[in-house]
């Protein structure tokens, strides 16, 4: 069975409470029981010594009551005269007896003894009276018994004697004296009192306790029902009261020695109390005053234990509450109320509280380091994607380039005829533009796909984010929105990895894109500027603002409809600008569009050097009379060549794979070699170069490539070999220019 | 009786028989010396056991056997004699009562004689006597009356006083003159006897009467010593 602490603890206390008033009970019981047993002994001492006294007392009253019985003339003249005759006939003996036994009948009657008995000097009993059964007899010798034998002797004290008499078998407390006439002893005279239960009675009166009296362990006469003998008593002792049993009651008993007849044993008068019925009355009320005490005790108690059971049990109950309620809701950061009153449970719920801090921090730690995972793996995917979207862009731009360097490079030939019709003119000015427009989004997709993702260093910060920006540029435009650039002057480096910093530009452009899309004439503005160490890049538009500003940067937070976007890309850009050391915050500006700012430590590094503008060859449209070797595979691209190169004069000699070039080689010189990097056949660009840095080594200064693939690996080492790389779609400008540097030596460190 | 020797009176009869003349020719007399046995006189109590609160304690001197020797009369028995030959008498004796007392103490008279009691106290006195010789009571008497009583039985007459439970006293009234009473030292002559044998006794109150045969020569003295009381219980 279970049982509540409340149950429990009542339970207990009441059973304490009870179990304490028992033994209480009886150990006060004993207690009582030991002090009446002394008090009854103390007071029977005490009786003991005023029995002792009164009964000094009474024998010497006895005896002088004897003697004022002695006194009486008649008794005297009539004993004396007795005595006296010689011989006296019948008639006088029988009156002077008979004036004896009248004067001491008058005395017993008058005096209330039970024994009065009158003998002459030579012991002779001459007359007995009283209320003993059982009298001497006239004659009898009277004088065998010591007390008043001792009175006759000779030497015998004169005032007579005290002690007990034994008549019939009756214990008597006697007196006798003798009886003197004129000094000299003429008779005695006995008084005595029968040791009975009247006896016994009347002192019993007197001292109020039982009284027996007992001579050689037969009881004479008792107070107390069903004394019989004969009885064992012990030796009295000091400090212990002897006890006596009879008739189912314990008796404190006190001995008083009552003196002897001098033949057999002494009488002994005991004094009992009744143990039994003293301790009763005191018990009686002794268990009803501890039933009083122990109920209230054990009511209190138990009200108490309910009334403590309580005051842990009711904060127990709401804490156990609370626990069911944070189990429910998963609310961690409720916080049971304290303090409740109650030591334990507060310091259960303290306990509790501080599991439930760890267990938050530790989601905290693992959320966190789940968010970490996902923006790694997120950024990761995005680097993969990047890195694909780039090698496709890089194939994708190759194949567009070779084509638009063609459309470009025959629009500027058609271009330079004369007597074009200015229509046909304007038409070919549009073409040409739109060639170079696509070959700028071309150069800026590759720009972009091409980037080493990991590397830092110093960068402009201007120069990315208007790489960013051209990127969306045109997109904006057509939207009728406007993507306005505000770059700082003065130089603003942070260390960075470009391609991040871009991607994170990107990602703001493209959110800007799309929440002002649809609203004509709209406008989203990039600023720079650089103050106090810090390098502040500055997105804000005058677009609908942001619903919650606050949660942009949370992961999977978006505002766009599910599938449009994923609800990364700020949360990525918060994590890349953080990684740079930087902040980056949103808002809503007062005139309602959103503002992204983003803030990075500016870089005390030396940038990387950018290549300086081709100056403009003045000698551009002189003659160029040259031999040069054109190896392309794209026959649309040796055309052209061969076309510009024909029309400036040059000898011009085409192949289409790099071993073909080599052919030509071995066979003779030629002071320029223009070559593409990638080209189908065993020999690229790249070994073509090798080769003819190997084998023809002075015409290695002379030697451009052009390409369409600017972002190829091997573009470095082309570069430090001295090769000239000339990036494709060109204009016809840029290539004659390049053309005739090659050939002329004047190198451009790029 | 065990130191009775030393308390003893002792007579010089030779000495006595040489003093005394013959005086009488025809008539012998008897002579001769009491001793009385401490046991008669040891039982006296010292004190008053029932003292009188009318008069001051005083201690009771103790009882000399010398004392004792007024309370033995010596008589004889049967003298047969004529009246007319016997020493005369008064007809009346007095016992007076005095400090609480009867003086004496022992009366001895010869039958028919009277005893006037004179009280002689400051106090009402009662003289009355239960004994078989004569039983009489006089009644209550004030001081300086008297009151007599005749005595016509021989025998022991004890008077009480009914007043005065402790006062005694014994009138012994004998057949014949010829008594007597020891001196204090124990000495004893009875005159005036006519040859003869006699039987003489030797009384006191609280003693057996002893006898002794005496032969009485005339005119010499017959020589009779008592011991009372007598160590033999008959005699």
Same mark, same amino acid.
């Not at chain 2, 001196?183 to 006699?198: E, K, N, Q, V």
């Given at each position: 069975m279970r049982l509540s602490l409340a149950t429990k603890l009542v339970a207990f206390t009441t059973l304490l409470a009870v179990a304490g008033v028992v033994a209480g009970f009886f150990v006060v019981t004993l207690l009582v029981r030991s002090h009446t047993k002394r008090l009854l002994a103390a007071t029977l001492a005490h009786h003991q010594t005023t029995l002792s006294h009164l009964q000094r007392e009474s024998l010497q009253g006895m005896v002088r009551t004897s003697s004022l019985l002695a006194d009486s003339p008649t008794l005297r003249a009539a004993l004396e005269t007795y005595e006296g005759e010689e011989k006296p006939d019948a008639r006088i003996a029988g009156e002077l007896l008979a004036t004896i036994q !009248? *004067?001491?009948?008058?005395?017993?009657f008058a005096l209330d003894h039970d024994l009065l008995v009158v003998s002459g000097r030579d012991g002779r009993v001459l007359a007995a009276s009283g209320r003993a059964a059982e009298k001497p007899r006239?004659? *009898?010798? %009277?004088?065998?018994?010591p007390i008043v034998r001792a009175v006759l002797e000779p030497e015998a004290p004169a005032g007579g004697g005290v002690a007990l008499l034994t008549l019939g078998g009756e214990k008597y407390r006697a007196g006798t004296v003798p009886i003197l /006439?004129?000094?000299f002893l003429i008779g005695t005279l006995t008084v005595g009192d029968r040791l009975d239960a009247s006896f016994v009675d009347g002192l019993a009166r007197t001292f109020d306790c039982d009284v027996a009296v007992v001579s050689a362990g037969r009881v004479l006469g008792s107070t107390v029902p069903a004394l019989e003998g004969p009885l064992s008593l012990a030796a009295p002792s000091e400090d212990q009261p002897t006890l006596l049993r009879s008739g189912g009651e314990e008796y404190v008993l006190a001995r008083v020695p009552f003196g002897s007849d001098g033949e057999g044993a002494g009488v002994e008068l005991l004094l009992l109390n009744s143990l039994t019925r003293a301790v009763g009355t005191a018990n009686r009320s002794l268990a009803g005053a501890l039933l009083a005490c122990g109920a209230v005790a054990t009511l209190l108690g138990a009200a108490a234990a309910w009334k403590t059971s309580r005051s842990v049990v009711r904060p127990l109950d709401r804490f156990v509450g609370y626990v069911h309620k944070v189990a429910a809701t998963g609310d961690r950061a409720e916080r049971f109320p304290r303090p409740t009153g109650c030591v334990e449970v507060d310091a259960l719920s303290a306990t509790f509280d501080r599991l439930l801090d760890s267990l938050l921090a530790h989601e905290n730690r693992l959320r966190d380091a789940a968010r970490e995972e996902l923006d790694r793996l997120e950024r990761l995917k995005e680097s993969e994607k990047l890195a694909a979207l780039g090698r496709m862009l890089s194939g994708a731009a190759h194949e567009i380039n070779n084509p638009l360097t063609g459309v470009i490079g025959n629009v500027e030939l058609a271009l330079r005829l004369p007597a074009l019709p200015d229509e046909v003119r304007q038409r070919l000015l549009r073409i040409e533009k739109d060639g170079r427009r696509v070959s700028a989004l071309v150069k800026s997709l590759l720009k972009i796909s091409h980037r080493d993702t990991g590397a830092r260093g110093a960068l402009d910060v201007n120069a990315v984010l208007k790489d960013a920006v051209e990127v969306r540029r045109h997109d904006f435009a057509s939207a009728g929105m406007t993507l306005r650039l505000e770059l700082g002057a003065g130089r603003a480096v942070v260390h960075g990895s470009e391609l991040e910093l871009e991607q994170v530009f990107l990602n703001i452009v493209n959110n800007a894109y799309d929440a002002l899309h649809g609203r004509p004439s709209a406008c989203l503005t990039a600023r720079t500027e650089v103050s106090s160490g810090q390098v502040r890049v500055v997105f804000e538009d005058d677009g609908p603002g942001l619903p919650h500003p606050e949660q942009v940067f949370d992961p999977f937070f978006t505002t766009k409809p599910v599938g449009k976007g994923t609800g990364l890309g700020l949360s990525i850009c918060h994590s890349i600008v953080h990684a740079h050391g930087g902040e980056i915050t949103a808002e809503n500006v007062p005139s309602g569009g959103a503002r992204f700012a983003l803030r990075f430590p500016e870089s005390t590094g030396e940038l990387a050097v950018s290549p300086a503008p081709p100056a403009p060859a003045p000698e551009a449209q002189g003659p160029f009379a040259a031999s040069v070797l054109v190896v392309d595979d794209e026959p649309s691209i040796v055309d052209l060549q061969t076309d510009l190169l024909a029309s400036l004069g040059a000898a011009v000699d085409a192949v289409g794979t790099g071993a073909e070039a080599i052919e030509r080689l071995r066979v003779r010189a030629y002071d320029l070699v223009v070559s593409d990097l990638k080209m189908p056949g065993g020999v690229s660009g790249e070994d073509l170069f090798r080769w003819v840095a190997a084998h023809r080594p002075e015409a290695a200064g002379r030697f451009l490539f052009v390409t369409g693939d600017v972002a190829g690996g091997s573009w470095r080492d082309a570069e430090e070999a001295g090769a000239r790389i000339l990036a494709k779609p060109f204009s016809t400008d840029d290539y004659l220019r390049a053309v005739r540097d090659a050939v002329g030596g004047s190198r451009h460190a790029r | 009786m065990k130191s009775s020797s030393g308390r003893t009176c002792v007579l010089a009869l030779a000495a006595l028989a040489a003093v005394v003349p013959a005086a009488a020719v025809e008539d012998g007399w008897i002579e001769g010396s009491v001793r009385l046995g401490d046991d008669l006189v040891d039982r006296h109590a010292r004190f008053m056991l029932y003292p009188d609160p009318t008069r001051p304690a005083r201690p009771r001197a103790a009882v000399q056997t010398a004392d004792e020797l007024e309370n033995v009369v010596l008589y004889l028995e049967d003298v047969g004699a004529p009246a007319g030959d016997w020493p005369s008498r008064p007809a009346s004796s007095v016992m007076r009562q005095e400090g609480m007392e009867f003086v004496p103490h022992v009366l001895p008279i010869v039958k028919g004689e &009277?005893? *006037?009691?004179? $009280?002689?106290? #400051?106090?009402?006195? $009662?003289?009355? &006597? /239960?004994?078989? !010789? &004569?039983? %009489?009571?006089?009644?209550?008497?004030?001081s300086g009356r008297a009151r007599s009583v005749r005595f016509t039985e021989p025998g022991v007459v004890k008077v009480f006083c009914h007043i005065h439970s402790d006062m005694s006293a014994i009138v012994l009234v004998l057949p014949n003159p010829f008594f007597t009473t020891p001196?204090?030292?124990?000495? %004893? !002559?009875?005159?005036?006897? !006519? #040859?003869?044998?006699?039987?003489i006794t030797a009384w006191h109150s609280r003693a057996r009467p002893t006898h002794k045969t005496v032969r009485v020569e005339a005119g010499r003295a017959a020589v009779v010593d008592f011991e009372i009381p007598l160590t033999e219980d008959d005699d």
């Open positions: !009248a *004067e001491a009948d008058k005395v017993a006239t004659g *009898e010798d %009277f004088a065998v018994h /006439l004129r000094g | &009277s005893v *006037e009691f004179l $009280n002689g106290d #400051p106090l009402f006195h $009662n003289v009355f &006597s /239960l004994s078989r !010789a &004569s039983t %009489f009571d006089l009644g209550r008497y004030p001196t204090r030292d124990g000495r %004893f !002559a009875l005159r005036g006897i !006519a #040859p003869g044998t006699y039987r």
